[in-house]
């Protein structure tokens, strides 16, 4: 690697919400930059203006603030190589362009759309269906390199609309080296002669790009795989100007999880994972579901995705942001299309969840419902629940009876486990419990023990009839816990009231 500071830069266009992949690329940005003590910088590629979507800006900000991979460049942060968005430095390029036409490495081209359409009719007519405006054609187009001198600064005099072309060179091989993918060699005669700057006064994305990175110092470009087929162009690009050339990784795709094809913004929703790190409603009331929004935690939403196409070559896979920082190479990540898996997405939420502590998790929840219990027991709801949530809002609904007294009580186990004498060894161990001084689970569980060893009981006869009539459901955290948390007079109160309910539900089956 070459010993210039590195600086990166995360190059979104405002055409939309950020998708996954996006914020992927943001990340191994991010974290390459880290760990080169490098400095990582957004840039908002909008010289598109037909694809320009309000607040698109505003989401891909938010979202890489939520998954706490903020640049230290950008609109809005500040730095020395402002602005950050490219209509606000609209002035900058057009000189470019022009000194790429003094050096004949480029030219003006006069076509209107509608000469363009005629020879791609024509060329279709002769078996070619796909035209080029490249090295060959452009010599019987209108532009710059065919019409007389005069024609040409009387057209420009004018105001006649105008495109600037690249002057490709003919049957050149363009070589450059992929940190990724290696060696890459695209013979020039394969490439058309791109427009560089546009009639509306813009420049397009080629042109723009190239000039930014080069006056923002960017060291490495890390971007998706779609655009390794613009990279030959941009190589020549680099070379017309005389500009060393940054270094290039082009990530791998992301694949939908039966690996058939590129993962879209319509998958998600489709096939029941979101694809967006938060919600977005479109200008039509569309809503595309975000991981923010369905109960992710931003580490693990992170942790997913560092693992979408990288690996640290060793068993670990739960890393904080800054164990990924120090983990991390361009060398290990692949080149093969990474297959996004929505049930390995729901582990790493799993494991992050269970590695908070009973205070955030309790933070979390209230922030969804406004919750009765004070701090103290909330805490022990989550230490008693988050073993089996993978998400904190699956607390409030499998732990429900925590709360509230169960309203609900599952008749297809109960009809299936009640005995005939069920009924009256709950009444036996509710004047046990009815009898014990300190409610400790400790002194409950042993109280229980003797209990069934008084009445040579087993296990089984007892404690799932406990449970069933204590939270109505069959399955829950340990029950001695659940009997200390909810204290005697509930617990006595519940084996009351469950017990008329069981009664009802065997008599009505
Ligand atoms: N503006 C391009 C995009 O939307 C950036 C490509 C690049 O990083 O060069 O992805």
């Given at each position: 690697m070459s010993s210039a500071p590195v600086r990166v830069r995360f190059a979104p266009s405002p055409t939309g919400p950020l998708h996954m992949g996006?914020?992927?690329?943001?990340l191994y940005n991010y974290l390459f930059a880290k760990k080169h003590k490098g400095t990582f910088l957004i840039r908002i590629e909008d010289t598109d203006q037909t694809r320009f979507v309000p607040g698109a800006q505003q989401y891909i900000m938010d979202a890489l603030q939520w998954c706490g991979i903020m640049p230290t460049e950008g609109p809005g942060i500040g730095g020395e190589f402002g602005p950050y968005v490219q209509?606000?430095?609209k002035e900058m390029y057009k000189p470019f362009a022009e000194l790429l036409i003094n050096e004949d490495k480029a030219y003006y081209a006069f076509d209107t759309a509608k000469d363009l359409d005629r020879m791609r009719e024509q060329a279709k007519t002769m078996g070619m269906p796909?035209?080029?405006?490249?090295?060959?054609?452009?010599?019987?187009m209108r532009n710059s390199l065919t019409l007389p001198q005069s024609e040409v600064s009387q057209l420009l005099q004018s105001g006649a609309p105008y495109v600037i072309r690249m002057k490709m060179p003919r049957n050149h091989d363009v070589r450059f080296h992929d940190i990724i993918r290696g060696w890459v060699v695209v013979n020039t005669n394969n490439l058309d002669d791109k427009v560089l700057f546009k009639s509306d006064g813009m420049p397009t994305y080629h042109l723009a790009n190239i000039v930014d990175d080069h006056t923002m110092q960017i060291s490495h470009v890390i971007r998706g795989e779609e655009w390794l087929?613009?990279?030959?162009?941009?190589?020549m690009l680099y070379e017309a100007f005389g500009w060393p050339c940054p270094e290039f990784a082009h990530l791998p795709l992301l694949l939908r999880p039966d690996g058939n094809g590129k993962l879209s913004k319509r998958d998600g929703d489709r096939l029941g994972f979101p694809v967006f790190p938060t919600n977005w409603t479109t200008a039509e009331g569309e809503l595309y579901s975000g991981y923010r929004e369905n109960g992710y935690l931003p580490g693990a939403f992170i942790n997913m995705l560092a693992f979408l196409g990288w690996n640290p070559g060793t068993e670990q896979e739960i890393f904080s942001i800054e164990e990924l920082v120090e983990a991390f190479s361009l060398e290990r990540v692949s080149k093969a299309g990474a297959k996004f898996d929505p049930n390995k997405t729901k582990w790493f939420q799993q494991s992050y969840l269970r590695a908070q502590s009973n205070k955030e998790i309790a933070n979390q929840l209230r922030q969804i419902e406004n919750i009765a219990l004070s701090d103290q027991e909330l805490h022990t709801v989550c230490n008693l629940m988050k073993e089996r949530a993978t998400f904190a809002k699956d607390i409030l609904v499998e732990g429900a009876y925590l709360f509230d007294r169960p309203s609900m009580y599952d008749s297809e186990t109960i009809l299936k486990k009640w005995k005939t004498e069920t009924s009256s060894h709950m009444m036996e161990w509710k004047s046990v419990l009815d009898s014990l001084s300190d409610f400790s689970a400790q002194t409950i569980e042993h109280a229980f023990k003797s209990f069934l060893e008084s009445k040579g009981l087993a296990i089984g006869a007892v404690l799932l009839p406990y449970r069933l009539v204590l939270t109505g459901v069959g399955a829950g955290p340990g029950m001695f816990d659940i009997s200390a948390f909810l204290g005697k007079q509930e617990v006595l109160e519940r084996i009351e009231a469950g017990l008329k309910k069981v009664e009802q539900i065997i008599n009505e089956a």
């Open positions: 996006g914020v992927r690329t943001a209509s606000e430095r796909n035209w080029q405006y490249n090295s060959v054609t452009r010599n019987s087929p613009s990279a030959p162009l941009h190589i």
